[in-house]
């Protein structure tokens, strides 16, 4: 065989190997968007987990896990977006996307808090989450949920659930519908959702309400109108560092008398951040829909009667206080990885904000617009925004169609 | 050496079949990443927020915020625009919430009472229809 024979079956061989393996490769159908501390993630059905890196492509199929204190959100093809709190499981398991024609996507959350926001509005939309004991048929909504003892834990302070008894801390499942409202405004659909379960079917129509199930094979409890308290404790979960920080700032009470430290509260059984939403509802409202959300007493106040603390200048991003704390930006730029969980501050008497972990490092997409975390002695974010990479609106994505099998 | 001079027209041609193999999405993974990027500090995140909510992509604003707020807690100006959003999404118990925890947090009070105003404005517009 001549050498120029043997050239052309080696270059043959060569784009034979490459289009089979790029074909079978699942198809990339969002990226990491934001996250922090530990995020991992394990491709297509690989064994071993490995750290996320910030806006890491998420492919079909692949294992997505946040550690403690962490959280995630990923951004779908679709404008989608899947937001997750601490130590929680979650996989794409499907994902159909053409702007023209509508979009199918369906997701598994195996533990822990999330939240899932659908995307652009859509002629077909037909999107659905299953945890292990439920699943959720989505319509243009904004849904929060939790898998495990925090379904538990919050459920339990509902009066609707009684007590949330016989509830499996592994698989218990708390479904919130969070919106949009029958009269919101914007180029979005109110939600619905569906939720099933022990052969049943629960819909919810109206944000704020929610389904409990309390273990396999069981039927949803509800639908009932999550308290105040209730919802606080699930976006503690959902945002756990913005929980964290909203302990540390809890206003100063309006006696000038000394008063006590505001302590933390006691946290219900499985260990939920916390409760920034402050009020206990206890869960009064749970089982009485009233006139719904929005509709009632149920609405507390404005925090009235909190004073107001000195006045900040207004606007915007680049006032100090909004800066990340430099000991972990310094930190964690000189010596700890991206997505390393980051120590815990101790926390101090001042209820000053606690330094939260800055975001990770950008590791493997060098780009000209990222920022970096401002440190203390550095000025803080400018407010000239980097925009220049966003795409101008009516700028319609190109058509794509991306599926994947179960 | 002949022989790699030979193969290098040939491998031209095999790497672009390779390649165009790959998913088509690689647009749109990048409109994501711009996303990404300009939301990864407070000011631009909330100037893309801004620009989202002037489009009536009120979800898409939502979850701009949300991503500045996994970073930057603290962030009060993108809280409260995040309460404003709740309310705009007609969630009036999730902003009347949101609203509620940023009294006495550093937010301007003449920010938050007009966001509040503002709020309520629409809320009895939305009961009187």
Known sequence: MSRTCKAAVFAATLAACIVPAAADAPPQVGIAAAMLNRVTIARGGAAQMRPAVLRQQVALSDLVETGARSQLQILLLDRSTFTVGANARLSIDRFVYD????????????KGAFRFMSGRPSRSANSSITTPIASIGIRGTIVDGVVGADAIAIASGERATGGARNSDP????????????????????????????????????????????????????????????????LQGLIFPALAEWRLATLPAPISNAPMPVPQRRQRPRGGL????????????????????????????????????????????????????PARTATTRQETVPANEPVADAPRQQEPTPPPPPPPPEEVN?????????????????????????YNAPGQAPPPHTTSGKN | ?????????????????????????????????????????????????????????????????????????????????????????????????????????????????????ECDSLNRQRNAR
């Open chain 1, 99 to 110: 702007p023209a024609q509508g979009r199918s996507m369906s997701a598994s959350v195996a």
């Open chain 1, 170 to 233: 592994l698989t218990a499942t708390l479904i919130v519908l969070r919106g949009p409202g029958a009269n919101t405004r914007g180029n979005v659909v109110p939600g619905a959702i569906t939720v099933s379960a022990g052969g049943q079917t629960v819909a919810l129509e109206r944000p704020l309400l929610a389904v409990y199930v309390p273990r396999a094979g069981a039927q949803p409890i509800g639908p009932f109108a999550l308290s105040l308290s209730g919802l606080g404790r």
């Open chain 1, 273 to 324: 951040v916390g409760d920034p939403y402050g009020g206990d509802m206890g869960g009064d409202m749970g089982g009485d829909m009233g006139g719904g959300p929005g509709s009632g007493g149920m609405i507390p106040s404005y925090g009235a009667g909190i004073p107001s603390l000195p006045s900040m200048p207004r606007g915007t991003a680049s006032r100090p206080q909004q800066a990340p």
């Open chain 1, 365 to 389: 997409t060098p780009s000209t617009t990222s920022v970096a975390p401002p440190s203390a002695d550095k000025s803080p974010p400018s407010d000239k925004s980097p925009t220049s990479n």
């Open chain 2, 1 to 117: 050496m002949n022989l790699h001079r030979q193969m290098l027209p040939l491998l031209a041609l095999a790497l672009p079949l390779g390649l165009a193999a790959l998913p088509a999405a690689a647009e749109t993974i990048s409109e994501l990443e711009a996303l990404s990027r300009t939301s990864a500090a407070p000011a631009g995140g909330i100037n893309l927020a801004h620009r989202q909510i002037s489009r009536g992509e009120l979800t898409d604003a939502l979850a701009t915020l949300e991503r500045v707020l996994i970073n930057y807690p603290q962030a009060r100006d993108a809280q409260l625009l995040r309460a404003s959003v709740m309310c705009q999404l007609d969630d009036r118990a999730g902003s009347t919430a949101e609203f509620g925890q940023l009294r006495g947090r550093g937010v301007p009070e003449q920010a938050l009472d007009a966001a509040i105003r």
